[in-house]
Nanobody, 126 residues
Framework: QVQLVESGGGSVQAGGSLRLSCAVSGYTYSSDCMGWFRQAPGKEREGVARIGSSIGSTRYALSVLGRFTISRDSAKNTLYLQMNSLNAQDTSMYYC???????????????????WGHGTQVTVSS
């Protein structure tokens, strides 16, 4: 059974940094795609970043480009999201997700992913 568990969320002041982690169990990395999403109350789930498994190609939402970095450690079955220069608009619940079919043209859409974690809250105060 595939399980994804996020950690690393918390409260931080604007301009600060956080590093999210997503531990994956019940699954061995293959030709897949992993992503980070966020969802604020009353808003749709938004794709933040994704990373492929083969060459580790990455893609980011424009709102986080240059501030967030997605990475993965296959040996540890863990996905990361380094978030720098945080602002109040980054406040949200953050989710990691796994698409076992690999990254595609719509890989920042939630509907592309089959497995989800339960989320970790990030709150940025100004």
């Amino acid at each position: 059974q595939v399980q994804l568990v996020e950690s690393g969320g918390g409260s931080v002041q604007a301009g600060g940094s956080l590093r999210l982690s997503c531990a994956v169990s019940g699954y061995t990395y293959s030709s897949d795609c992993m992503g980070w999403f966020r969802q604020a109350p009353g808003k749709e789930r938004e794709g933040v970043a994704r990373i492929g498994s083969s060459i580790g190609s990455t893609r980011y939402a424009l709102s986080v480009l240059g501030r967030f970095t997605i990475s993965r450690d296959s040996a540890k079955n863990t996905l990361y999201l380094q978030m720098n220069s945080l602002n109040a608009q980054d406040t949200s619940m953050y989710y990691c997700a796994l698409d076992r079919t690999g990254c595609g043209w719509d890989d920042l859409k939630a509907s592309s992913y089959q497995y989800w974690g339960h989320g970790t809250q990030v709150t940025v105060s100004s």
